[in-house]
């Protein structure tokens, strides 16, 4: 078990973003982090098992929580 619930992949295809989605959640979240943030046009949300949210450097900032059971990962 890698710790994620969740993966979401903002932009490209929906086919780009479900082949790269289900490339990501296999992999521990450190390592998917680095994969995501190589890309280009494309943007990662990760949510782990504890509700901490990690985002690519493109999302920073730019999402808002609404949910009290989620926090933003630093």
């Avoid at 078990?1 to 490339?23: P, Y």
């Avoid at 990501?24 to 890309?39: F, P, R, S, T």
């Avoid at 098992?49 to 059971?69: F, H, S, V, W």
Wanted: proline share 1%.
């Amino acid at each position: 078990q890698n710790g994620l619930k969740s993966v979401t992949i903002i932009g490209g295809t929906a086919t780009d973003a479900d082949v790269l989605s289900t490339a990501v959640v296999v992999m521990d979240l450190e390592e998917g982090m680095a994969y995501m943030n190589q890309k280009k046009n494309v943007e990662a949300m990760f949510i782990t098992e504890d509700n901490r949210i990690y985002m690519t450097t493109g999302l920073k900032g730019k999402i808002n929580l609404t949910n009290p059971r989620y926090t933003l990962a630093e």
